[in-house]
């Protein structure tokens, strides 16, 4: 709520100035406090004063500022999630793996076709936050630093007058990443890689009972348990298998080459099923953690006058020749993330959206529900924008891989030959591969040629069908061609680049 003494003493004596303090005509105001946006200005006269406060009020359209919790949970598969036990028609029995964000799910809007343009950590983090693709943000694998002037949700809060605080579990989002921009209270892992979902759920609820005034907040959490190494606490271990849990407490890149090395370049399909089911208790652990937070949340601030948005940067690959990790995996499991969307003034509370959304939606979302113009740099639509104009696409891209990753990556390649049976796909040396998903294809071009797959919401095995559907591959070809030109890639950093990588990208004209 604005605060009135405030303004009155302000503005009283000479009107509302317009850029030093008060409200601007564009919907902007300096940080401080909710205050009104003022359509007229009005000199103030002593004698007129009763009179022109009420014509000066009268002249105003109080903006309200809803409170804003954004929660991203690194690496986390949307079908990981069990969200469907709390809604109604629910059977009452039905226990659920993730019973908070059911809870969630139940109280706002679920979009089940949520995609993340880039399946690493960094790239899919800061479209989140600029609501522009990897491509066109410039940070195209974790090495790179988002620049210290591009626009974010945070800087666009922050500068609209919001206390405005982040706090990410882990280093590599820490300061120096880029991250920190716009958060005038930033925490993050310094000494520690990272830290569990628990510690960084404290350090966010400390703040949120610090907070006075009557400034909105805009509150960014990032949880990173479900990340490899699959290691839960303590607590979270229940009903997992005592002998497997006994024999691989933790599982991991270093016991999975272990594994690997001893039994002949093979993970076994009980070793891989235990990996999944370590996953599991880490996202169960997580969800027990949000439910901390949200309770503060609801409890301090409201339920109904906070939006909260709880989306992941990406998910994890168990299948298709890619096992244990991400940034290779443009499949359904890399690349579809839970969204969830909880603010019942402008979301349906229960409902299911089976429309092809991006993660990277969230940013110019945010802006539109604080009343706030999306600036003209968010190249992504937000969701409402989405919905309107049937934007019915969102573009894929791997990350080019800097040197400084590759050795590590052809190690576990030549060590790892099979997983539960199955062939490990061969290693991508870091040639540009983009792609696109439209309605309900998903199209990949890259170094192995072109890939087509029928993707939906429900998730079934991906077959690549490129040389079978000849048509709809020559269209999904075209309509790619047209979204890369609609979103035009920035000039990158090449120093952190490797050489093969940096060869292709001159080629292509990505880099000098
Ligand atoms: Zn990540």
Redesign the pocket.
């Known amino acids: 709520m604005p605060r009135w003494g405030d303004v009155l003493q302000m503005n009283l004596a000479d009107g509302p100035p317009a850029n030093d303090g008060a409200p601007a005509m564009d919907g902007r105001i300096d940080r401080g406090s909710s205050l009104p946006v003022c359509s007229r200005r009005f000199r103030v006269s002593g004698a007129l004063l009763l009179v022109t406060l009420v014509a000066w009020l009268a002249g105003c359209e109080q903006v309200e500022r809803p409170n804003i919790l954004l929660i991203t949970v ?2 986390l598969r949307a079908d990981s999630l069990d969200l469907d036990s709390a809604l109604p028609g629910a059977s009452a029995t039905a226990a659920s793996r993730t019973p908070r964000l059911a809870s969630l799910a139940a109280q706002g809007t679920v979009f089940r076709r949520a995609t993340a343009p880039m399946s ?2 960094r790239p ?2 800061f479209s989140i936050l600029t609501g522009r693709y990897p491509r066109e943000h410039g940070v195209v694998n974790n090495q790179l630093a988002l620049p210290a002037e591009a626009q974010s949700v945070s800087r666009e809060l922050q500068r609209a007058g919001y206390a405005t605080a982040g706090f990410v579990a882990v280093s590599l989002l820490g300061r120096g990443s880029g991250a920190e921009h716009g958060f005038e209270h930033f925490v993050a892992p310094e000494r520690a890689l990272e830290w569990r979902a628990s510690r960084v759920v404290d350090a966010a609820s400390q703040w949120l009972d610090s907070l006075e005034g009557d400034a909105p907040f805009f509150a960014w959490v990032h949880l990173f348990d479900p ?1 490899q190494p699959y290691d839960p606490p303590a607590d979270a271990r229940a009903g997992l298998d005592a002998d497997l849990l006994r024999r691989h407490p933790v599982l991991g890149w270093q016991q999975f080459l272990e594994i690997a090395k001893a039994s002949g370049g093979q993970i076994s399909f009980e070793v891989a099923r235990h990996a999944q089911a370590l996953y599991a208790a880490e996202v169960s652990a997580v969800d027990r953690e949000v439910g901390r937070l949200l309770e503060k949340v609801d409890a301090r601030f409201g339920a109904d006058e906070t939006v909260v948005v709880f989306t992941a ?2 998910g994890e690959c168990f299948e298709n020749g890619v096992y244990f990790e ?1 940034s290779d995996c443009l499949f359904e499991g890399g690349v579809r993330v839970p969204l969830i969307v909880r603010y019942p003034k402008e979301f349906e509370s229960g409902k299911q959206v089976d429309d092809l959304v991006s993660n990277a939606d969230v940013a110019p979302t945010l802006l539109q529900a604080a009343g706030l113009e999306v600036p003209a740099e968010m190249t992504v639509p937000s969701l409402r924008d989405r919905a309107a104009a049937g934007t019915r696409e969102v573009l894929l891209q791997n990350p080019f891989y800097p040197s400084s990753v590759l050795p590590a990556r052809r190690h576990r390649q030549v060590v790892i030959r099979r997983v539960a049976g199955e062939s490990v796909a061969p290693f991508e040396s870091g040639a540009p591969r983009l792609g696109l998903v439209r309605g309900d294809w998903k199209y990949l071009r890259g170094e192995r040629g072109d890939e087509l797959y029928a993707v939906s919401v429900d998730a079934k095995p991906e077959v690549n069908v490129a040389y079978r559907e000849r048509e709809a591959r020559s269209v999904m070809g075209a309509a790619l061609d047209a979204a890369l030109e609609r979103h035009p890639a920035a000039a990158i950093e090449s120093s952190e680049l490797n050489p093969e990588l940096l060869q292709s990208l001159r080629a292509l004209g990505y880099v000098e």
């Open positions: 690194d690496t690493l950590t899919s983090h990340h940067d990406h991400h």
